[in-house]
């Protein structure tokens, strides 16, 4: 399947993240912060990120707008899943490159549903 990085410095987050992806088969890999998550994205080259916002050392919409317009990178969908959830955080969000704008907690289903559409339109 493929491979997902989810950038958050949350553990509990990512482990409930990582355990609905890892049983759709994809490969997950994870970040504790800004810095660390777009260092990774150039690491790993992942098909997908997860981008938490409220996070230590670079926050999510400053590693959003490194991954998105990094012409290494910038190929790679990013999903902000957070709990910023006023329509201001959305739109901004999405100027940072982001292609969609999960609220935590973020439904199994509706993650799942994201993914793959970003998948499916990453491969097409």
Same mark, same amino acid.
């Given at each position: 399947?493929? %491979?997902?990085?989810?950038?958050?410095?949350?553990? %509990?987050?990512?482990?409930?993240?990582?355990?609905?992806?890892?049983?759709?088969?994809? %490969?997950?890999?994870? @970040?504790?912060?800004?810095?660390?998550?777009?260092?990774?994205?150039?690491?790993? $080259?992942?098909?997908?990120?997860?981008?938490?916002?409220?996070?230590?050392?670079?926050?999510?919409?400053?590693? %959003?707008?490194?991954? &998105?317009?990094?012409? &290494?990178?910038?190929?790679?969908?990013?999903?902000?899943? &957070?709990?910023?959830?006023?329509?201001?955080?959305? $739109?901004?969000?999405?100027?940072?490159? @982001?292609?969609?704008?999960?609220?935590?907690?973020?439904?199994?289903?509706?993650?799942?549903? &994201?993914?793959?559409?970003?998948?499916?339109?990453?491969?097409?």
């Amino acid at each position: 399947m493929a %491979t997902i990085l989810i950038v958050d410095d949350s553990a %509990t987050m990512m482990e409930g993240h990582k355990r609905i992806l890892e049983k759709q088969g994809h %490969t997950v890999f994870s @970040a504790e912060d800004g810095e660390e998550g777009v260092a990774k994205s150039l690491e790993l $080259m992942p098909d997908l990120i997860l981008m938490d916002v409220v996070m230590p050392k670079m926050n999510g919409f400053q590693a %959003t707008r490194k991954i &998105t317009r990094n012409e &290494t990178t910038k190929h790679i969908p990013v999903v902000i899943v &957070t709990s910023k959830d006023q329509q201001t955080d959305i $739109m901004w969000g999405k100027r940072q490159g @982001a292609c969609d704008y999960l609220i935590k907690p973020a439904d199994d289903n509706m993650l799942r549903q &994201t993914v793959d559409r970003f998948l499916a339109s990453a491969a097409s």
